[in-house]
């Protein structure tokens, strides 16, 4: 079974080559994106494997279907991505859909951190044997309020680590998990009452921009805003114009609206077109990481197994658990 892997970084040939003998196929490493422009590269393999930011266009599925491609295989979570109705009939989507939730959890708690306590810039100031401490002020998160927006696997995590810091949980989900304990709100009762608000939802037409210049206004002056799940949640206009006018305590970003052809690449030695990103960086409360909530050894070892298997049971015939349903 061969498999073109798309959007190749160096950390997945470090996970996915070992298996991939042990799993008796075949990954043909390509470095370039999966687009309209690549997809005619898939032609000779049986499956493609696209990256969380690879846009999987109606066009491009035609052109894998046309060369026989019998599945895509996502190697995340989230698969807004792709045109699943365009795949509808011609290919199943396979994803993984739960690899490590505790590791995105555990990085939403680092962003609130380290915004809060500004370690990163204490980082950058003691280094250069600046000790002077002002500016640093942070928050105890102790009997504060946490306000977890979706409570699925990750969402669940991280209420289980704001428990551990003596925090109030309050949580918005349209299916509310009632074995978990925790007080559902409204989502408007949640951003006006939340001390710290982190986003744990897929992004779907409603969750478009749920963060807006609407809801912040209800939000507190001093909030802190943590988004490890999608950019788009969040209206990235409406955020600027806020932290222009002094709101939030501190926002942590692992996602942003216009990731593609940005996040995951160096761009250090290139002019960055994006203003609102280079606007959002300017910010001293403000932190953006490059989408790696995921990234750690057990979350990588996960979703190469869960890739691999998928491939084999699109092969063997066998049923396909991971299939993206519409
Ligand atoms: P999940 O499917 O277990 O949970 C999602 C929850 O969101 C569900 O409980 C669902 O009912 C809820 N939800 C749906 N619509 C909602 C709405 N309008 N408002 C509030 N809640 C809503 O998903 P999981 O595994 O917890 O992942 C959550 C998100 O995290 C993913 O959709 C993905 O976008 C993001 N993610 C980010 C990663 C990163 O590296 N930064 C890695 C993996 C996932």
Known sequence: MKIAFYNTKPY???WFEPLSKEHNCEINFIELPCSEQTSSLAKGHDLVCAFVNDQVTSVMIDEFHSLGIKAILLRSAGFNNVDLKAAEGKMPILRVPSYSPESVAEFAATLLLTVNRHTHRAYARTRDFNMNINGFTGRNLFQKTAGIVGTGKIGQAMVNICKGFGMNIIAFDPYPNHDLDVKYVTFEELVTEADVISLHCPLTPETTHMINRDTIALMKKDAYLINTSRGALIDTESLIEALLSGKFSGVGLDVYEEEEGVF???KSNDIIEDE????????????????MGFFTHEAMREIATTTLENAAAVLKGEPLVNEVKI
């Open 264 to 266: 995951f690449e160096d």
């Open 12 to 14: 997945d040939k470090i």
């Open 276 to 291: 609102q990103l280079v606007r959002l960086t300017s910010f001293h409360n403000v932190l953006i990481t490059s989408h």
